[in-house]
């Protein structure tokens, strides 16, 4: 028998269920900021009724996005941490509990900062860098090098264009960036140096879970002997126990399509770029 | 000095022009249909007048997409055979240069029906093709297929989602049909056992120029192992004459993205792919 939890946490787990504008490791450090706020205010009567109730809402968490390394890991780790908390006292697991979330979530934004100084590293001045879809890792790492003269080419990632939000910022950087559709890919590896791309996850192999895409940037820039690096937290790594990997369908309607009776418009967001093709993998370790 | 081209054959002239919703074969025959009929119809003093008048168009014709292949070469074709016509007499002239250029274009409509018996051997009942783009070739070819089992996947062909009409086509034909976003071909091509495209001209090399896309098509045809077939008439390839292949860019705007200081949005129609990616070439020979 599962107890269902308050409706205000319901809610939240709502909110991150339905969340599209975010990547995985934005909404693992929400889930994870959901839970120390729980920790922290919501009613129990003693620490095991608060530990039950924590333990139920990070469960319902990881299974809000289930292909999600991020989400997994992040809150794995939270549990594992918590298990080993002894308090009897309530306000004390409050207190601890709380922390070891606002604790982890801060070590995924360090590893992003590291993996930022990293990644700039693999760029040269007034090099020209080609990426994929929106990844705020990729982001961090073009945030190091706006005062190198680089260039940037940016994919529209249809269908819903997310890219345009990575031509915003590059523009505020005053970075020069060409916009192209994802279907130009092939061409335009020509002028870039190096391929850079985030991840939504990486699996046990190293093959990289991305946006629908990227596994044809990989071959353009095999085939055309450029680097291809992805760049991802080590929490992104796929647990053997996580439940295998779905490539979830999303709503084809997002394609804006005319509707035609034989005809089934598909909008998988996600696929498998095969470890082969990746020069090397910037993690903060 | 260059004569003007009377009014009404300018402006059939800058219809040519300004046509995108015709593929190179199509507007090749629209340009042999102008000619036949100013043969027919053009005022001239003599056969030596209306001769240089229809010279004078068909150059103008072909400078109108300069980088289209079935253009240049079908005119040339009919440029060649007129100037074996000894006709001294105007209404004979006007009679067999006008009925050279209906040959020829109907030859090339005969070519389109010899690949699409050919194209559609390719293919065994109940398997799966993928295509990019739309090419009345490929049409061609799944017209043949109706009654075959078939299905098929399309991309939408970014910017200006010409997929959709084949699509639609499709659906008419109640071929089952999968309509996919152009980045998600590298997904969908496991589900695909022939990849089939059409070709706006080939290289003397047997490169492919087509619609940007077709190049990351052909490198997940052949990580796939997946037969990459293109299809298209003789008169497509290329001759050492003319002029140096140009990649037109085609207007920007068409992308319908944002407007950011320093992003400037690339719409480059066409791309080549090498010859090495394509397993066989499917002529009218």
Redesign the interface.
Known sequence: MHKELPADLRQAIAEVVTDRAHGASELARRALEIVGVAAREQPADDADALRDLLYRLANALTAAHPSMAPIYNLLACWREEVDQIEAEDLAALRTQSAQCAEHIAQASRRAVAVIAKRGAQLVRPGQTIIT?SLSSTVVAILGELTDRQIKVI??????R?EG?QL??Q??AW???????????????IQAADVALVGADSLLPDGGVVN???T??LA??AK?HDRPFYVCCESFKRRRAAMPPLE?EAMDPTE?G??V?????????YF?VTPAQLVTDWINER
Request: positive net charge; charged residues 15%; glycine residues 4%.
């Open positions: 994929h940016v994919t529209e990632a249809r269908p264009c345009y031509a915003k590059l523009s005053a970075i020069p960036t060409t916009l192209i559709t994802d279907a130009q890919m092939g061409f335009f946006k629908a895409g596994y044809l071959l353009a085939a490539l394609l399509a005319p035609y009776a034989h005809v089934i418009p598909k909008n998988i696929e």
